[in-house]
């Protein structure tokens, strides 16, 4: 191929990969959805397709997601999801958000990640007594909440839509206490990343969490709910060796994994 250039012909053949991939995806979808789900996924496509061009650009698997957060209703769903676009190109115009936005809840080393429960779904511990209220407003944590949920996603292997999460209460005082935070990460989770959490479980939760968890815990929509359990002390290894083998279990809790913070996983 004398005299020709390669670019027309990587563009072409990098092309034909994302089709690929494309249509597989969607393969894997409908493969793994009911037949009452690939029609929703159908109508609801063609339905924010036409009030939000841009929604072309979104795989079926997040359609479902969002269908399935609304029980298949086609018109809370697209609601919702069309709602979620509007957010994100405003809140995350970029399309990611950078760390030197989120400096100052880097610093409190809060976050980490590591290993993969028994269903592929990455690991994330978060420590409650190493969250303040951010000194920059409610914005600035809630830049980092959209942050530790995209790098949790990018590290989900394929097929695997979910993670699980263990939120560690040990030390918690009311100096941590952040309750319009912890509403705002909640709101994040359930309006703009439906289906993503596969379980949290609570651990080390002292007594005086209780109230606050009290006043979170009405905001909290029954999905939602379903997937929290709070473990006691004593069955703390042995109950997260039910959802995570020892060699993906995070070395803090008996296993073998150690922890790396969000920001560098």
Same mark, same amino acid.
């Given at each position: 191929?004398?005299?020709?250039? @390669?670019?027309?012909?990587?563009?072409?053949?990098?092309?034909?990969?994302?089709?690929?991939?494309?249509?597989?995806?969607?393969?894997?979808? *409908?493969?793994?959805?009911?037949?009452?789900?690939?029609?929703?996924?159908?109508?609801? /496509?063609?339905?924010?397709?036409?009030?939000?061009?841009?929604?072309?650009?979104?795989?079926?698997?997040?359609?479902? /997601?969002?269908?399935?957060? /609304?029980?298949?209703?086609?018109?809370?769903?697209?609601?919702?999801?069309?709602?979620?676009?509007?957010?994100?190109?405003?809140?995350? @115009?970029?399309?990611?958000?950078?760390?030197?936005?989120?400096?100052?809840?880097?610093?409190?080393?809060?976050?980490?990640?590591?290993?993969?429960?028994?269903?592929?779904?990455?690991?994330?511990?978060?420590?409650?007594?190493?969250? *303040?209220?951010?000194?920059?407003?409610?914005?600035?944590?809630?830049?980092?909440?959209?942050?530790?949920?995209?790098?949790? !996603?990018?590290?989900?292997?394929?097929?695997?839509? #979910? *993670?699980?999460?263990?939120?560690?209460?040990?030390?918690?005082?009311?100096?941590?206490?952040?309750?319009?935070?912890?509403?705002?990460?909640?709101?994040?989770?359930?309006? !703009?990343?439906?289906?993503?959490?596969?379980?949290?479980?609570?651990?080390?939760?002292?007594?005086? *969490?209780?109230?606050?968890?009290?006043?979170?815990?009405?905001?909290?929509?029954?999905?939602? #709910? #379903? #997937?929290?359990?709070?473990?006691?002390?004593?069955?703390?290894?042995?109950?997260?060796?039910?959802?995570?083998?020892?060699?993906?279990?995070?070395?803090?809790?008996?296993?073998?994994?150690?922890?790396?913070?969000?920001?560098?996983?």
């Amino acid at each position: 191929m004398e005299g020709v250039s @390669p670019e027309p012909l990587r563009s072409e053949l990098d092309s034909k990969s994302k089709q690929d991939t494309a249509k597989e995806e969607d393969d894997n979808t *409908f493969k793994e959805s009911t037949d009452a789900e690939v029609t929703k996924i159908r109508l609801m /496509r063609a339905f924010v397709e036409s009030r939000d061009p841009s929604s072309k650009e979104v795989d079926d698997l997040m359609i479902r /997601r969002f269908l399935r957060a /609304r029980s298949l209703d086609v018109e809370k769903a697209s609601a919702m999801f069309l709602k979620y676009l509007k957010w994100k190109r405003s809140f995350v @115009p970029n399309g990611y958000i950078s760390p030197s936005e989120i400096a100052e809840d880097i610093a409190q080393d809060k976050v980490f990640t590591q290993g993969l429960d028994k269903k592929g779904r990455p690991i994330v511990v978060a420590f409650a007594a190493k969250h *303040f209220q951010s000194k920059n407003g409610a914005d600035g944590f809630k830049r980092y909440v959209v942050f530790v949920l995209e790098k949790l !996603c990018s590290r989900m292997p394929p097929g695997q839509e #979910k *993670f699980l999460a263990i939120a560690d209460i040990k030390g918690w005082a009311y100096a941590n206490s952040d309750l319009r935070g912890y509403l705002n990460a909640l709101s994040i989770l359930q309006d !703009c990343y439906p289906e993503r959490l596969g379980k949290m479980v609570i651990v080390h939760a002292p007594y005086m *969490f209780m109230k606050i968890w009290k006043m979170i815990y009405p905001f909290i929509d029954d999905n939602t #709910k #379903k #997937k929290i359990v709070f473990v006691e002390n004593k069955k703390l290894k042995s109950t997260l060796l039910e959802e995570i083998e020892e060699s993906q279990l995070p070395d803090i809790y008996g296993g073998q994994m150690p922890l790396v913070p969000i920001q560098n996983s």
